[in-house]
Structures are given as structure tokens and as C-alpha cells.
T-cell receptor, first 116, second 112 residues
Framework: GAVVSQHPSRVICKSGTSVKIECRSL??????MFWYRQFPKKSLMLMAT?????????EQGVEKDKFLINHASLTLSTLTVTSAHPEDSSFYIC????????????FGPGTRLTVT | EDQVTQSPEALRLQEGESSSLNCSYT??????LFWYRQDPGKGPEFLFT???AGEEKEKERLKATLTKKESFLHITAPKPEDSATYLC?????????????FGTGTLLAVQP
């Protein structure tokens, strides 16, 4: 149980285009999902907290107009990187909080974004 | 300020050589402490949740313990497949709901 999926696992896009990443909780409901970014050999950096049915809460320094988050259902959150640039290349990981296990978060497998 | 520190940064063990990883934390109040395992190029895999001092959890060769200031992840007779980065995170009271604070991780390498 407590499986989180992400799609795509890898994506390469050209500079200036937009990319959407999906995060799904497969066997549980998640009112809250989180989006992280991870640089090589570094720990996870929280970008934003995604709440079902309401606006996402962004961490300081994260541009909300560049990283659009939508949490339309209890099992799906999406992150759209708009007008991507090479510096946006990174490993993006989502996590979901299981309603039944109040404090535990389960992570997706991550999405490797490369902007050329 | 809430803070999590993990040590050592890196640890190299021989297969079968038991050891412990440390996670020290400073929070105003602890709602939970979490251990994750992360393999290269993958998302963190949930291992344990600990809620109160004195609590212990076990899974195969791993055992996590918690005191009021730190947590240990004990690895008994490790195998090469235990090689990974082990992340510790705390969930403090107050502030944003369910926002985890992560340590920088311990990179464990187990040699055959």
C-alpha cells in the first residue's frame, strides 16, 4: 500500500516550452501533496505544498508563475514548469500525505527534467 | 529554528559489519521523526515513523530508535543491497502542516 506514481519519469524539452509532471496516489487519498526539487548529491528542497481544491502554498524563492501547481482531486496533483530554461533542469519529486496515516508522507519515483 | 543534522555524511562498511547512523534534531515540539532510504535516481522510500522517546521500530536488518534529541538507525550485518542514502526528517509542531524538515542524509556503501 501507499504507492505514489509520477509521470513522466524522464523528459527532455527545448528552452521556452512548458512541461507538465503528474503525481498520483494509487491506493490512498491525499488531501495534501508536496513538490520537491533535488540537486545532485543534495537533499530534498521543498518547492510547494499542494492542497486539494485550493491554491498551492509556495516556499520562499519559488516562483509561483513559473511552477504552476494544480491539485484537482484527492489522487492527482500536477506541476507545470512554464517557459522552461536550462537552469530548471533537475530531479523533481512529489510526495503525498495519506489521510489514514496522518503524518506519514510517501514519495513518488521522481521525474528527471532536462531542458536543452 | 528547527533543524536536523545527520552524521556521518558518508559511511563505508564491509558486508556483515554492523553500524549506526545518527540523526540529531532541534525542534520546538516533535510530531514525528521519519527515516527514508533513497537509491540514486529514485524517490525516497519510506522506512519508519517514530513518535515518542523510547520508541523502536524494526524492519529486516534495520532498527530505528528515538530519544528526545536524536534518532539512530542501526544496521545489523548489512549486505551490499543496503547501500543507499538514508534520509532523516522531522515533522515539528506549529508552522505549516505536515512540512517535513530533512537532514542532508548519510550515504552508505556496503562492500562485499
Amino acid at each position: 500500500g501507499a504507492v505514489v506514481s509520477q509521470h513522466p519519469s524522464r523528459v527532455i524539452c527545448k528552452s521556452g516550452t512548458s512541461v507538465k509532471i503528474e503525481c498520483r496516489s494509487l491506493d490512498f487519498q491525499a488531501t495534501t501533496m508536496f513538490w520537491y526539487r533535488q540537486f545532485p548529491k543534495k537533499s530534498l528542497m521543498l518547492m510547494a505544498t499542494s492542497n486539494e481544491g485550493s491554491k498551492a502554498t509556495y516556499e520562499q524563492g519559488v516562483e509561483k508563475d513559473k511552477f504552476l501547481i494544480n491539485h484537482a482531486s484527492l489522487t492527482l496533483s500536477t506541476l507545470t514548469v512554464t517557459s522552461a530554461h536550462p537552469e530548471d533542469s533537475s530531479f523533481y519529486i512529489c510526495s503525498a500525505r495519506d489521510l489514514a496515516r496522518v503524518h506519514e508522507q510517501y514519495f513518488g519515483p521522481g521525474t528527471r527534467l532536462t531542458v536543452t | 529554528e528547527d533543524q536536523v543534522t545527520q552524521s556521518p555524511e558518508a559511511l563505508r562498511l564491509q558486508e556483515g559489519e554492523s553500524s549506526s547512523l545518527n540523526c540529531s534534531y532541534t525542534v520546538s515540539g516533535l510530531r514525528g521523526l521519519f527515516w527514508y532510504r533513497q537509491d540514486p535516481g529514485k524517490g525516497p522510500e519510506f522506512l519508519f515513523t517514530l513518535y515518542s522517546a523510547g520508541e523502536e521500530k524494526e524492519k529486516e536488518r534495520l532498527k530505528a530508535t528515538l530519544t528526545k534529541k536524536e534518532s539512530f538507525l542501526h544496521i545489523t550485518a548489512p549486505k551490499p543491497e543496503d547501500s543507499a542514502t538514508y534520509l532523516c526528517a522531522v515533522l515539528p509542531y506549529g508552522g505549516a502542516t505536515n512540512k517535513l524538515i530533512f537532514g542532508t542524509g548519510t550515504l552508505l556503501a556496503v562492500q562485499p
